[in-house]
């Protein structure tokens, strides 16, 4: 077996999710973490004191994140921090690993307000993998079976198998690009779903959505130079179906609650990360996506902004021209 170590930068919900299924599957997992008390009953009882459903992780690595260290030149590195955090809490580390530490982004977003990838904010010499699915934090915890993609710029079969246990399968992917389009665009989608079911409009309602907000993922993954054939494997639809359908979903939820006719600020203001929301805002500021057809897209970043109702964007969105499906 690999005897690398995979060291995972961020001890929140999902972050100590994958090293719970890593810890399960028998591999070296170190997790890191940005409060230094946080990690101190970490090291000390294997509990995550911020995330009280993850079970106990005995024997696990890591410590406070000031104290971040690789073990070798070929440990993995694993961002679990969310995306628009992710370029300040990484910058501070480039001198504590290697060219030869592969680096795995799993954050859903984009990097900044203007629409770029994570991959090009961090700009890596050795490239950056991306590890993106349907996967909720939940069910790594309950060791159910998930299965992602980690797509490489390069094919890594050492570290596709490394990564996969028996409860977590990985499928190789060469599309970073598309990966990470289809991460941030799925959480759009989700809202938009969330907003429907909160107003009551039901299933065939949603399904339509689904299915229109994949052209979407589609459409913009070639704008960004990704492989749009990415959008139907499980990034894109795969990634879908369980986010826009499950109120474990924070984009599905906020949707929900708008739907219901909550105040979009005021959701936003109690901190709580809904991807979906920043990544529709920067998209639509970027100017990359201009004179593409993303009506869902443009409705959550109104609707993100606290403008206009889900009540008008659903009539704006159904008295679009008739058009061909696909």
């Not at 073990?71 to 990484?90: E, G, I, M, N, R």
């Not at 909720?136 to 299965?147: E, I, K, M, V």
Request: glycine share 12%.
């Amino acid at each position: 077996m690999d005897k690398r170590n995979i060291h995972v930068i961020g001890a929140g919900e999902f972050g100590s999710a994958l090293a719970h299924a890593w810890l399960q599957g028998g591999r070296q997992v170190a997790l890191w973490c940005r409060d230094a008390q946080q990690a101190a009953i970490l090291r000390k009882s294997g509990r995550n004191p911020k995330v009280p459903e993850c079970p106990l992780l005995p024997g696990i690595g890591g410590g406070h994140l000031a104290d971040f260290a690789v073990d070798s030149a070929h440990d993995v590195l694993v961002l679990a921090v969310k995306a628009q955090s992710q370029t300040a809490v990484f910058e501070p580390l480039r001198d504590r690993f290697g060219s030869n530490n592969p680096v795995v982004a799993v954050s859903k977003g984009f990097a900044d307000g203007k629409g770029t990838l994570l991959s090009s904010a961090l700009a890596l010499p050795q490239g950056m993998g991306v590890l993106s699915g349907p996967s909720f934090s939940l069910d790594l915890f309950s060791n159910r079976p998930t299965a992602v993609t980690l797509a490489t710029e390069s094919s890594d079969e050492a570290l596709l198998a490394l990564l996969s246990t028996s409860r977590l399968r990985l499928y190789a992917s060469r599309d970073t690009v598309g990966v990470q389009v289809c991460g941030a665009m799925k959480n759009i989608v989700a809202i938009a779903c969330g907003c429907s079911d909160g107003m009551g409009f039901g299933a065939s309602a949603r399904a339509a959505l689904m299915a229109r907000g994949l052209r979407e993922l589609e459409r913009v993954t070639e704008v960004f130079g990704g492989d749009p054939r990415t959008a139907v494997g499980l990034a894109g639809v795969g990634d879908l179906a369980l986010t826009c359908q499950d109120e474990q979903s924070r984009n599905y939820s906020f949707g929900h609650n708008l739907g219901e006719g909550q105040s979009a600020v005021d959701l936003l203001s109690r901190g709580t990360t809904v991807e979906g929301a920043a990544a529709a805002l920067s998209l639509i500021a970027s100017g990359r996506v201009s004179g593409l057809s993303l009506p869902i897209t443009e409705a959550v970043a109104r609707l993100s902004r606290g403008e206009g109702s889900p009540v008008e964007e659903v009539a704006n969105l159904l008295s679009r021209s008739l058009a061909v499906d696909v």
